[in-house]
């Protein structure tokens, strides 16, 4: 989940950069492409890194199941709260602002441009169909991501 959240912010990044500043190069240039793929996955490896210390299998009358044992791992100076609202804050609540906020602004930049030239009507319906398709996407992505992440 986390690296798919991570791809999500990528994604929406190099989108804002194609749009926003379409003659400048792309924000996330194609050499850097293994860079931020190996660090996603990094990233969620690290922050997931704990559960290997803290899930042990625990006999339950005369059956083995794995259970979380946050303070046995850690101590109790450690709280698996603080880890979860860490998780949940870093890979719910800041991409989705991060994904708002970029949408929002490939959105708005879309229906503000100005187009150079003497436009005819089928270009401009073809014009105004794609931005319509970019809202519903834009709009489908991120709703599929919080709803994905509240159940």
């Known amino acids: 989940m986390i690296v798919s959240v991570q791809n999500l912010v990528l994604i929406a990044v190099d989108r804002f950069g194609a749009v926003v500043f379409p003659l400048r190069s792309p924000l996330i240039r194609s050499k850097l492409c293994p860079f931020f793929i190996s660090a996603t996955w990094i990233v969620a490896a690290a922050f997931i890194w704990p559960h290997l210390f803290t899930y042990q299998l625990i006999e339950y009358s005369g059956e083995i ?8 791992a850690f101590g109790e100076s450690s709280s698996v709260a603080d880890y979860i609202l860490a998780a949940t804050i870093l890979f719910t609540y800041i991409p989705v602002m ?3 906020f970029l949408y929002s602004i490939i959105i708005i930049k879309l229906k503000t441009q100005a187009h150079p030239g003497e436009q005819s009507a089928n270009i401009q319906q073809q014009r105004n169909k794609r931005n319509r398709n970019v809202l519903h996407m834009s709009i489908a ?3 599929v991501f919080v709803s994905l992440l509240t159940v």
């Open 65 to 72: 199941l794995c259970e979380m044992r946050w303070t046995k």
């Open 98 to 100: 991060v994904l708002v």
């Open 141 to 143: 992505i991120v709703l």
